[in-house]
């Protein structure tokens, strides 16, 4: 397991952008995903990249508007969130896959690690 530590939510008018980042020791060697997870509802897949970097998923709600990237050399992920509505208002989670070099997956199952959480507020 890692340890995963999120940062960049906050408080963003409808049409912002919003970075957030998550970085833990030895990340490099994990696909990675964003997860979140609104008031009242299950938590949802947001993204996700291989360890390499070289694929990406995505949800349909937020396709063309997030961007997940990672920096292997600083093992950090980030979620590049734009053009952000109300409804992406939820507590978004990192998640490390269960083993190194597993492959990219947008399924909870596959994640063995969780940070914290991070609020993203988008007011309308």
């Known amino acids: 397991q890692v340890h995963l530590v999120e940062s960049g939510g906050g408080l963003v008018q409808a049409g912002g952008s919003l970075r957030l980042s998550c970085a833990a020791s030895?990340?490099?060697?994990?696909?990675m995903g964003w997860f979140r997870q609104a008031p009242g509802k299950e938590r949802e897949f947001v993204a996700a990249i291989s360890w390499t970097g070289g694929s990406t998923l995505y949800a349909d709600s937020v396709k063309g508007r997030f961007t997940i990237s990672r920096d292997n050399a600083k093992n950090t992920v980030y979620l590049q969130m734009n053009s952000l509505k109300s409804e992406d208002t939820a507590v978004y989670y990192c998640?490390?896959?269960?083993?190194?070099?597993?492959?990219?997956?947008?399924?909870?199952?596959?994640?063995?690690?969780w940070g914290q959480g991070t609020q993203v507020t988008v007011s309308s």
């Open positions: 030895g990340l490099s060697m994990y696909a």
């Open positions: 998640a490390a896959g269960r083993h190194v070099w597993s492959p990219i997956s947008g399924l909870k199952d596959d994640f063995g690690s």
